[in-house]
């Protein structure tokens, strides 16, 4: 297969290098004289004499930013740098890979990162250039925090030049940083058969082990606590089904349609403790149109102990005192949405048995109202 490179040209003569000098020149002078010219000002005020010198090329101590108005002698500067007419591909890679430098001296890494890329679209060929412009890429993602990318850019430098040092060490600082541990242990090691002595990847290298073995612990103790919560939520689908519980969306019963759908609740899904279900309940008061929530409201426990509990101290919203434990009547809507009374003297398993009673969205919903009050009569006509 025939080699589509050019062959390498032969060093200038003396003669050739002032003829090409000479060229550059003329055409330095011939592009300023094609430039517009600036209508002569009069005096010109010092701070203005000053940012025309500080933006002049000769005395500049930055390049212009990305989107900033350049000076035309600068822009014409750049035109002969990059122009790949005048400069074979090998000039273009490193004259990018001297920008980049720049930038990345200056910490202006995304810069560094557009030069570099630049570099490696010349394709010069040369693999010494092309994998330090891979590696200082990497080392300019690294700095931004994109490891992925620059453990990309570290390996492909490493494709190009496999004993260079510098992208050992990026890579094993890159595989680090993403958390791929037994990477980076292979090429602190690769490193470390050169260089026994380097402490600084032998303290990665131990870093590495370390993080991996918390790493290992860590996904035990997910594994653990994933097959703990399977038989758990086996075992209280298993309750619900044999106390005959009628919940809405039965089939294929799991936990997820028993997690409650308001935000007071989210952190209490139903549990079960010494074998007896303990569900998260709704109280509506319809008079106020205002809900109240039991976190915790054991299967066993009667609707009286519980309402004691939560009407131990008179809410605020009860300016008239009526809602005391003994006066109050309890209701749930069943599947043909009708309002069913409750004895709170029956044990909260005994009432999500009763023929008709549903738990809609995950959460047992029960109507509390004031015994033979206005209200009660009202909400109830308007039920049925």
């Not at 000098?21 to 010219?37: N, T």
């Not at 010494?128 to 690294?142: M, Q």
């Not at 609707?303 to 749930?332: H, M």
Request: glycine share 4%; net charge negative; with cysteine.
């Amino acid at each position: 297969m025939s080699d589509s490179r050019a062959p390498p040209k032969s060093p200038l003569s003396e003669q050739e290098r002032l003829e090409l000098a000479a060229k550059l020149d003329q055409e330095l002078d011939e592009f300023i004289d094609s430039l517009p010219k600036r209508k002569q000002e009069g005096h010109i005020p010092f701070d203005k004499w000053e940012e025309e010198i500080t933006n002049h090329p000769f005395f500049m101590k930055e390049i212009p930013e990305e989107g900033t108005p350049m000076h035309p002698l600068y822009e014409g500067l750049q035109k002969l740098k990059y122009d790949p007419e005048e400069n074979e591909p090998e000039e273009l890679a490193i004259a990018y890979k001297d920008d980049g430098n720049f930038n990345f001296k200056h910490k202006k890494y995304r810069m560094a990162i557009i030069s570099y890329t630049e570099g490696i679209r010349a394709k010069c060929g040369n693999s010494e250039i092309e994998a330090t412009l891979y590696n200082n890429r990497s080392a300019a993602h690294f700095f931004l925090g994109n490891y992925r990318s620059a453990l990309l850019d570290a390996e492909t430098a490493l494709k190009l030049k496999p004993d260079y040092d510098k992208a050992l060490v990026r890579a094993a600082n890159c595989c680090y940083k993403s958390g791929k541990y037994d990477k980076a242990v292979d090429y602190c090691d690769k490193i470390l058969e050169k260089n026994k002595a380097n402490q600084e990847v032998q303290k990665l290298r131990q870093m590495s082990l370390n993080e991996k073995k918390i790493k290992e612990r860590d996904e035990r103790r997910r594994e653990m606590a994933e097959k703990k919560s399977q038989k758990e939520e086996e075992m209280i689908i298993g309750e619900i089904l044999k106390r005959g519980i009628n919940i809405e969306g039965r089939e294929n019963l799991n936990l997820a349609k028993l997690e409650p759908q308001f935000p007071q609740l989210f952190n209490s899904r139903m549990t079960i403790k010494d074998g007896r279900l303990v569900w998260p309940v709704i109280l509506f008061y319809p008079e106020y149109k205002i809900m109240d929530y039991i976190q915790e409201f054991d299967e066993g426990d009667t609707f009286f102990e519980q309402l004691s509990q939560v009407f131990e101290t008179r809410p605020e919203w009860d300016a008239e005192g009526k809602y005391r434990v003994e006066k109050l009547n309890v209701y749930f809507e069943d599947e043909k949405r009708r309002n069913i009374p409750v004895d709170v003297s029956r044990t909260l398993l005994e009432i999500l048995k009763l023929e008709g009673h549903v738990i809609r969205e995950g959460t047992p919903k029960f109507i509390i109202l004031p015994a033979n009050s206005r209200v009660e009569k009202l909400f109830l006509a308007s039920t049925l």
